[in-house]
């Protein structure tokens, strides 16, 4: 079953951690302070305020009134839909433009320091005026500028779109990954290479589901004319496409053996055939390599590829050159036992391998299993940090713990590390006697023999695979390398859609969770409630639904700073879900409001639960030893007694929490 994946909404990932830490970022290197709006005018993410513009909104002067949200040139840059730079009522410039996406809209707000001296000079008159506190500014100043403004906001505004851009090509090209892999996986290979027409046809078929209808044909190798002859082909061009062949010795068939790579009609370094190739282009020819050489190629005619679709193609060509290759070996099983031994051991690999999804366990399982298939006792996964410029220990298997996982070494302490630098794999029979190395045998392994391979993701490198110590005291050979190479490239396969399958889980957990406080949002307690309403009407078990807030937080808010007023939401959420029920679901509902569904818990119950978890909230709160003392007001419904719907359930709490307030907070109210 080709599974599918939901692309998330604008304003899921500008409510994101991660994109949270772009706009840190972005904000750092032009020295705005930005912010991200929804159509409706809500705040989706903002950096840290400006010392300037905090100092004019918190000054309430007449003269300098300022919207605490800097909406204004936000919705008149809707109407062009670019950029929009003007100055504030303080003389900051600012500016806003819309982000577009599947018919979502959302607006970026960028604010700056003054636009000119005169701005300054208006700001401090006002100031000195009004006995204001010295503007939290450090000399020399510089001044932003209109036009300087104008350049900052052209240049958010095309670095967004293009992070959008990447964003949504590499969600694409997850799903279309797993399309590839769900339709083409090894057990149907073995099954239909019995048939090369069937496994031919499949390969196209599989070709024209993941890109569309193209002309296309399969050519294999003909061992005893040495050409590649049409095989099989699908698409228009009958007869011609049907009947194509290349000598062995073509131009092309020579650009790609050397480059190892596809071949494109635009930018050939030998000229393409007259005919079919200069009618049918733009074409591609895609080779598949087996022991070295060009077994197959794949062409696509008369179709313009994009750059993701040529990334999955380079990755079906590979995930095929390794399927050949098994059938090769499976064709050496009568002839050689050794041959079959190693299949099986391949076979063992790649599930292992396809179903782990799990990071630390996949490189654990590479590297156990490396050293299975070549009956090696020794090894270590190291991952090139680009951070920090160290090889990283990812697993390791040794007699000793001179290696330990999560060990970090510098590239010219370790092989690995002149591996990496030169940028190919590395076959040593003697240590002692190789002129590249340098140093001798170290006492903790047993033969002077080992291979260090390259991990490649993406087509960059990213780590180093050490295999050591053949359990018999053996040289590890050319044939040992050989296929190691081809496992591990097998291997970068299935990282590269771990990887991919992490991102995508930590997207899908950051839209039904808050940024602040890590418990859910509003998001996903609409979506409990509808569950549980539709559970009562299976069931017919009543739930009850509690909402909360602090007593006086504005108060404690303006005393001690937003700062801290945070912090004491954290601890909230903290102490609210250590407190409550295993069944029970907390969420923030904004500001301070916090809510709690109690399934399956009728009024009495509720009131009992509630009164407890506000005593284990105030206990709590007092060992914090917050600034000021700490309250909180408590609103409790039950479902179906007070409420037939969740818009219902929700405005029936919130009364009952407005009358714990009204009625001098501190207590719980029930309906």
């Known amino acids: 079953m080709i599974k599918n994946y939901d692309m998330p909404t604008l304003t899921q990932l500008f409510s994101s951690g991660e994109?949270?830490?772009?706009?840190?970022?972005?904000?750092?290197?032009?020295?705005?302070?930005?912010?991200?709006?929804?159509?409706?005018?809500?705040?989706?993410?903002s950096t840290k305020e400006a010392p300037l513009c905090n100092f004019i909104k918190s000054s309430q002067i007449e003269n300098l009134k300022c919207p605490s949200s800097c909406m204004g040139p936000v919705f008149k840059s809707s109407v062009s839909g670019e950029p929009v730079v003007q100055k504030c009522s303080g003389g900051l410039t600012v500016f806003s433009f819309p982000l577009e996406r599947s018919g979502e809209k959302i607006f970026i707000a960028g604010k700056g320091g003054f636009a000119s001296y005169e701005d300054l000079l208006d700001v401090l008159r006002i100031a000195k005026t009004n006995n204001l506190p010295a503007l939290p500014a450090q000399m020399p100043l510089s001044f932003t500028g209109m036009?300087?403004?104008?350049?900052?906001?052209?240049?958010?505004?095309?670095t967004l779109n293009r992070l959008l851009s990447s964003f949504d090509e590499k969600q694409r090209t997850e799903e279309r990954f797993f399309r590839m892999t769900s339709l083409f996986d090894s057990s149907t290979f073995r099954t239909l290479s019995r048939n090369a027409e069937l496994l031919f046809r499949y390969i196209l078929d599989t070709v024209e589901f993941i890109f569309g209808p193209a002309p296309s044909v399969i050519m294999a190798l003909n061992r005893k004319t040495l050409t590649y002859e049409s095989a099989y082909s699908s698409g228009g061009y009958g007869e011609v496409i049907s009947n194509l062949q290349f000598d062995a010795k073509d131009p092309l068939i020579d650009e790609m053996y050397h480059t190892r790579a596809f071949v494109h009609s635009q930018g050939l370094k030998a000229p393409a055939s007259e005919g079919l190739l200069k009618e049918a282009a733009p074409f591609y020819l895609f080779p598949v390599f087996v022991e070295g050489r060009i077994q197959s190629i794949i062409g696509i005619f008369n179709t313009q590829l994009t750059r993701e679709d040529v990334k999955i193609m380079n990755a079906f060509t590979d995930y095929l050159h390794l399927n050949f290759e098994n059938r090769g070996l499976r064709g050496q099983v009568s002839r050689l036992k050794k041959a079959d031994e190693r299949f099986?051991?391949?076979v063992d690999f790649s599930h292992a391998i396809t179903s782990t999804l799990s990071r630390e366990r996949l490189f654990q399982v590479l590297l156990e299993k490396s050293l299975l298939l070549l009956e090696a006792e020794q090894g270590s996964l190291l991952l090139w940090d680009r951070d920090t410029s160290e090889l990283v220990v990812e697993a390791r298997k040794s007699v000793d713990d001179t290696v330990r996982e999560m060990m970090r070494l510098k590239k010219e302490e370790c092989i690995a590390g002149m591996v990496l630098d030169r940028g190919e794999d590395l076959l040593v029979s003697d240590i002692d006697n190789d002129p590249r190395i340098g140093r001798e045998n170290r006492h903790r392994y047993r033969t002077k023999s080992f291979m260090c391979i390259l991990l490649k993701i993406d087509g960059g490198v990213t780590g180093v695979l050490n295999i050591s110590d053949k359990a018999r005291g053996d040289v590890f050979t050319e044939e040992d390398l050989g296929i190691i190479q081809s496992f591990v490239n097998s291997a970068a396969l299935a990282i590269e859609r771990s990887l991919l399958y992490k991102q995508a889980e930590e997207l899908r957990q950051l839209s039904i969770t808050d940024p602040l406080t890590g418990i859910y949002n509003l998001r996903y307690l609409n979506h409990r409630l509808s569950d549980e309403i539709t559970r009562y009407n299976r069931y017919k078990h009543p739930f009850s639904f509690m909402m909360m807030d602090l007593d006086k937080f504005k108060e404690y808010n303006d005393t001690f700073g937003h700062i801290s007023g945070d912090k004491l939401i954290k601890a909230l959420a903290v102490i609210m879900e250590k407190?409550?029920?295993?069944?029970?679901?907390?969420?923030?509902?904004?500001?301070?409001?916090?809510?709690a569904i109690f399934p399956q818990t009728a009024k009495d119950d509720a009131i009992h639960i509630t009164n407890r978890l506000k005593e284990k909230i105030e206990k709590a709160?007092?060992?914090?030893?917050?600034?000021?003392?700490?309250?909180?007001?408590?609103?409790?419904?039950t479902f179906p007694d007070d409420a037939t719907s969740v818009g219902e359930l929700l405005e029936k709490t919130d009364q009952a929490l407005y009358l714990a307030k009204k009625g001098g907070g501190n207590k719980v109210v029930y309906l």
Request: no cysteine; glycine share 6%; hydrophobic share 45%.
């Open 19 to 45: 994109w949270s830490d772009v706009f840190n970022k972005l904000s750092r290197t032009i020295n705005f302070e930005l912010q991200a709006y929804t159509s409706e005018g809500s705040l989706l993410s």
């Open 147 to 158: 036009d300087y403004a104008a350049d900052v906001a052209r240049y958010v505004h095309i």
């Open 344 to 346: 099986a051991s391949f």
């Open 579 to 595: 407190s409550l029920r295993n069944v029970d679901i907390a969420a923030r509902f904004g500001g301070d409001e916090f809510v």
């Open 621 to 637: 709160v007092r060992q914090e030893s917050f600034e000021m003392p700490v309250t909180i007001s408590m609103g409790l419904t």
